[in-house]
């Protein structure tokens, strides 16, 4: 049996496996090994992410698409997207209350 496909999300920081590069052409093993890029997206219905790698000294910007989630390893979680804190105002009772635009962002 395959062992399950890992879920890295949006953002988050990858590499190859080493035992990915190990498989790899000498001069492709020298574009990949050590750099560190980040999941874009993933491919229409798939859960095969694209990840781009920024130009790193001579080795140029590299994107891939669909590549297979085993192949890569987590370096650094997405970063969490900062949602501001709902502000609770005060009725006329002074009862602590959500307005119906405050309950809606904070329930989406």
């Known amino acids: 049996m395959f062992p399950e496909t890992p ?6 920081k990858v590499r190859f496996t080493k035992e990915r590069l190990s498989v790899l052409t000498a001069p492709d093993r020298r574009q990949l090994e050590g750099r560190v890029g980040v999941v874009q997206s993933y491919w229409q219905e798939t859960k095969k992410p694209t990840v781009y790698w920024p130009q790193d ?9 669909r590549v297979d989630p085993r192949h890569l390893e987590l ?34």
């Open 57 to 65: 000294g001579n080795r140029v910007e590299l994107r891939l698409m």
């Open 75 to 108: 370096v650094e979680e997405a970063p969490a997207a900062a949602q501001p804190e709902p502000q609770i105002s005060d009725d006329t009772d002074g009862n602590k209350r959500l307005s119906q635009s405050e309950l809606d962002d904070l329930f989406g």
């Open 7 to 12: 879920h890295l999300p949006v953002n988050a």
